[in-house]
């Protein structure tokens, strides 16, 4: 268990995946965003040396058996290959092959979510603002809030407003970004079908996936030039603090899926009914070493603090999306 824990989430995935076979790791990455999709084939492309002890670690995790040898990081890029392309198709699993194993660029818009943060930053850094705002309504939100980082600072909290703002995209607009998309990768693009991008929860979750600091200095900006908008926007949001107004069945599903590890970490900077509302959804006894583990537990910097609360809330909107759990706060449903 202690080799297991000290991979990443993503180390997890790849090993798991590993040892499925090719057919049915592709229908696990079926369901994953594109965003994870990479993670977890750049886990296993870098993945080596994988002991018995990790690997076990992992499936009895998942209470799963396993056998006693393991072949993984034997053929593994072939197996990567094979294994995308099942989930993806050629066109999208050639892209996301040559950006794992290569480190080579894709084209395309929808190429824009397995690109880094900071490229996708200088591409429409210097584009109209409204079409900066509709690139970064169609990424995942934890992607377009690192990409807003990049931004200038005068055209993130415009870039956010904007995003707030949209409500049916006209034909003619998604035509001028499909166009800036084709001649910045100098090929050709799919053409978009799709109108319905951003709006008032595109912008709250944008903003949700910020870092405390960045989050505040955006919504004090929106505050300053609409205070409607801003708002309306801080409406939506779903902070680490609002867990403690979800109901019981929602928070022992949550408590399930997140690691100990951040848990602890997360609830040290945490209001005290945040607390009583984990600690009455567990067990005693797993109540009590969660106490103890906070109370041994040294100084943690605030910004480790907000990483773990920020991938806890993370979790908990990818098990509201899926239907798992809901999320309310004062009795207002978020999801």
Known sequence: MAAEQLLSGAQRAAILLL???????AEVLKHLSARDVQ???TAMAT??????????????????????????????????????????GETKAGSLIDRILLGRSTKGLESLK????????????????????????HLEPDQAAEVIGYLPSRTR???VMRIANLDGVQPQALNELDEIMERQFSG???????????????????????????????????RTQDATL??????????FDDLSEIDDRSMQ????????????????????????????????????????????????????????????????RKLADAGQINLTANGDEFV
């Open 230 to 239: 801003g708002g309306k926007i801080e409406d939506l949001m779903f902070v």
């Open 47 to 88: 993945l080596n040396n994988v002991s018995r002890d990790q690997v076990e670690g992992v499936l009895n995790a998942l209470n799963t058996d396993i056998g006693r040898q393991t072949a993984l990081g034997v053929g593994t890029e072939e197996y990567i290959r094979k294994m995308l392309v099942n989930a993806l």
């Open 253 to 316: 599903t949550l408590l399930r899926e997140v690691p100990s590890t951040r848990l602890v970490i997360a609830l040290k900077g945490c209001e005290p009914a945040v607390r009583e509302k984990i600690f009455a959804n567990m067990s005693k006894r797993a109540a009590d070493m969660l106490r103890d583990d906070l109370e041994v537990k040294g100084p943690v910097k605030l910004s480790d603090v907000d990483a773990a609360q920020k991938e806890v809330l993370g979790i908990a």
């Open 114 to 137: 397995w690109m880094e943060s900071r490229a996708i930053a200088e591409m429409i850094g210097m584009e109209h603002p409204q079409i900066i705002a509709l690139v970064l309504a």
């Open 19 to 25: 040892t499925l076979g090719e057919q049915d790791a």
């Open 157 to 159: 909290s415009d870039a």
């Open 188 to 222: 050709t693009s799919s053409k978009l079908k799709s109108a319905t991008v951003g709006g008032l929860k595109a912008a709250a979750d944008i903003l949700n996936a910020m870092d405390s600091s960045r989050e505040a200095e955006l919504m004090g900006a929106i």
């Open 39 to 41: 993670a977890v084939g």
